[in-house]
């Protein structure tokens, strides 16, 4: 099993930027592909960015691609997401999610593990 915590969600202005953590727990987590997904109010849950098990390969939704960054230190158990210039569309519950195996997946059906969801609330 995999537990995987969020943190670093809150409110901020258009332009601003936040850093989203993703604390994870368990057997092999290293070796598994992480993604971000987000959710807003009555909207599905839609793709942000992946980043597979060694942190060489990104992806990110067209949406958010230079703006946002994913990361992972597996020696801290830990992948993050830099959101810069940051817009009142991107606002939602952020999910970390993690995969069973260690190439990255665009689809949340691809995801075995999920965390409870941090805040993130950009102000026009």
């Known amino acids: 099993q995999v537990q995987l915590v969020e943190s670093g969600g809150g409110l901020v202005q258009a332009g601003g930027s936040l850093r989203l953590s993703c604390a994870a727990s368990?057997?092999?987590?290293?070796?598994?592909?992480m993604g971000w997904f987000r959710q807003a109010p009555g909207k599905e849950r839609t793709f942000v960015a992946a980043i597979d098990w060694s942190g060489g390969i990104t992806v990110y939704a067209d949406s958010v691609k230079g703006r946002f960054t994913i990361s992972r230190d597996n020696a801290k158990n830990t992948v993050y997401l830099q959101m810069n210039s940051l817009k009142p569309e991107d606002t939602a519950v952020y999910f970390c999610?993690?995969?069973?195996?260690?190439?990255?997946?665009?689809?949340?059906?691809?995801?075995?593990?999920w965390g409870q969801g941090t805040q993130v609330t950009v102000s026009s």
């Open positions: 368990g057997r092999t987590w290293g070796s598994r592909a």
């Open positions: 999610a993690a995969r069973s195996v260690a190439g990255i997946g665009k689809n949340p059906p691809e995801y075995a593990y």
